[in-house]
């Protein structure tokens, strides 16, 4: 990953993926070489594998970066440690749920809300009047584009935002800007505005 990123760094920027019970004791180190040799400007986590702990937490803290955060539809997870740590910021993919969980998207949007620090991508959302919802309750400001690519396609998941007819600034914020404010991306004409595929 950190070759491929190297490679493409106009274009790519990497998060620095932990499996938060088999890499505990040792997060903090990793991260610090994420970051430090390859220039990483986020961490992963996949409830799938582990939910995020106070350790994945406190190293996002240390190096000032957002926590990629897959609870797959276990909303209350996120409760549990976006409200222990107000200053780290919390992304969380697919509004909630990759497998059409409508109850997880609307808790999502709730804690979208409700937490300063909790965010939510559009990734993979199928009932995409979800994510209007999200835009109209808690503000442009607060979701990411996602594209899950591979996986999906990105034209498909851009079409999504497309058809919400957002005023062009909200839509510049969903597509690029709220991304860059997170992972302090600094944009120029010359450079590629950053997508987030989530």
Known sequence: MARIVARHGRRLIG????????????????????VQQWHFRGI??????????REVAAAARRFRLPVLY?????TYLIEMIAAQYPDVNFIIPHLG???????????????????????????GVKRFDYVAQAVQ???AHKLLFGSDGPWLHPALELQKIR??????????????GNVARLLAVKTTATHTKPVFAG
């Open 15 to 34: 998060f620095a993926c932990v499996h938060a019970a088999r890499d505990a004791g040792r997060i903090e180190a990793l991260v610090q070489r994420a």
């Open 137 to 139: 309750r808690a503000g």
């Open 44 to 53: 992963k986590v996949h409830a799938h594998e582990a939910p995020a702990t």
């Open 70 to 74: 897959d609870v797959i539809g276990r």
């Open 97 to 123: 749920s990759f497998a059409d969980d409508w109850r997880a998207h609307r808790q999502v949007i709730d804690q979208i809300c409700r937490l300063p620090n909790v965010y939510a991508d559009t990734s």
């Open 163 to 176: 058809l919400l007819g957002l005023p062009p600034r909200d839509e510049a914020l969903i597509l690029g």
